[in-house]
């Protein structure tokens, strides 16, 4: 670090178990790309959104709670953010601050890395910030879409948002579609026993995919391998979105499989 270095960072509460420092830093490093990445605990999105301005710093990844109220603090808004109606990514431009959403690209990297999602059905579980990102990033890509989730009401709405069929959690007897995304917090640690779906509703050669990263292989995951299925992990999602912002930010190309060990070596 020195006197040009260029100073990025992510803005949450909380942020203490964010793995994005390593994965930014050990990108930053490994391209030669004079940049540091720092987690900032963050209150007041607005102040903090003050300071990008105030302080120089060149770009921010934005996580809970404040990726829908941060878009009031910006300049301007790239329209699928403004679709999605959540900000995970800054850029400052010489003092212009544009938020963009890389949640869905990256959900997108990586499912189309392992499948073909055009003309094929998804289904969603879950119907919160994730699944709305997710959503439109498989439909972007000409997916249709089913949301499946537990309350009602809020699967309702997404759907209806989205142009998506709906399904409540509880109704679900089998899955009649070849690709699945987890986007709930169900089977997260310190909960690794749960699983969001029963066993019996997954069938060979379907693609599942999760979003939940911690533990990297979920039960969900064990028993979709075990059935024969194709998985994709969390780390994967994580990666990709976080690819899409190294690119956005240094205008480099992100060096994936590096970042992937960093993740996975924290984990
Ligand atoms: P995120 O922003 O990560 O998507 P969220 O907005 O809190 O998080 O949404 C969490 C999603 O996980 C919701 O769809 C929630 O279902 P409800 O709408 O019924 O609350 C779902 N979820 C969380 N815990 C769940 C559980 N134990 N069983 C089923 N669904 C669960």
């Known amino acids: 670090m020195n006197s040009t270095t260029s100073?990025?960072?992510?803005?949450?509460?909380?942020?203490?178990?964010?793995?994005?420092?390593?994965?930014?830093?050990?990108?930053?490093?490994?391209?030669?790309?004079n940049g540091t990445y720092l987690a900032f605990k963050v209150i007041d999105i607005g102040t903090a959104v003050n300071g990008i301005r105030a302080l120089g710093i060149k770009g921010v990844s934005v996580t809970i709670p404040h990726?829908?109220?941060?878009?009031?603090?910006?300049?301007?808004?790239?329209?699928?953010?403004?679709r999605i109606g959540a900000v995970n990514t800054v850029i400052?431009?010489?003092?212009?601050l544009k938020g963009y959403n890389s949640d869905g690209l990256g959900a997108v990297k990586a499912l189309t890395e392992k499948t073909v999602v055009r003309d094929r059905d998804?289904?969603?579980?879950?119907?919160g910030g994730s699944a709305r990102a997710v959503g439109f990033g498989v439909i972007s890509?000409?997916?249709r879409v089913t949301i499946v989730n537990r309350t009602v009401e809020k699967g309702e709405r997404l759907a209806r948002e989205l142009g998506a069929e709906f399904h409540?959690?509880?109704?679900?007897?089998?899955?009649?579609?070849?690709?699945?995304?987890?986007?709930?917090?169900?089977?997260?640690?310190?909960?690794?026993?749960?699983?969001?779906?029963?066993?019996?509703?997954?069938?060979?050669?379907?693609?599942?995919?999760?979003?939940?990263?911690?533990?990297?292989?979920t039960?969900?995951?064990?028993?979709?391998?075990?059935?024969?299925?194709?998985?994709?992990?969390?780390?994967?999602?994580l990666v990709y979105q976080g690819a899409f912002q190294f690119e956005l930010w240094t205008g480099m190309k992100a060096p994936i499989d590096v970042m992937k060990k960093a993740v996975y070596g924290e984990l």
Do not use: W
């Open 92 to 96: 400052n431009r010489d003092g212009v």
């Open 141 to 143: 890509e000409g997916a």
């Open 168 to 217: 409540p959690l509880s109704d679900i007897k089998k899955i009649d579609a070849p690709i699945l995304i987890n986007t709930t917090s169900v089977g997260m640690s310190p909960h690794a026993n749960e699983i969001p779906v029963k066993e019996e509703m997954l069938d060979m050669g379907m693609v599942i995919m999760d979003i939940v990263y911690n533990p990297v292989k």
């Open 67 to 82: 990726k829908v109220s941060v878009i009031d603090f910006l300049d301007d808004v790239d329209e699928q953010a403004r």
């Open 219 to 237: 039960r969900l995951l064990k028993t979709a391998e075990a059935m024969g299925c194709e998985t994709i992990d969390g780390v994967a999602m």
């Open 7 to 33: 100073l990025y960072g992510i803005f949450g509460n909380p942020v203490g178990h964010s793995l994005s420092p390593v994965m930014h830093n050990s990108a930053f490093s490994a391209v030669g790309y």
């Open 122 to 127: 998804v289904v969603i579980l879950g119907a």
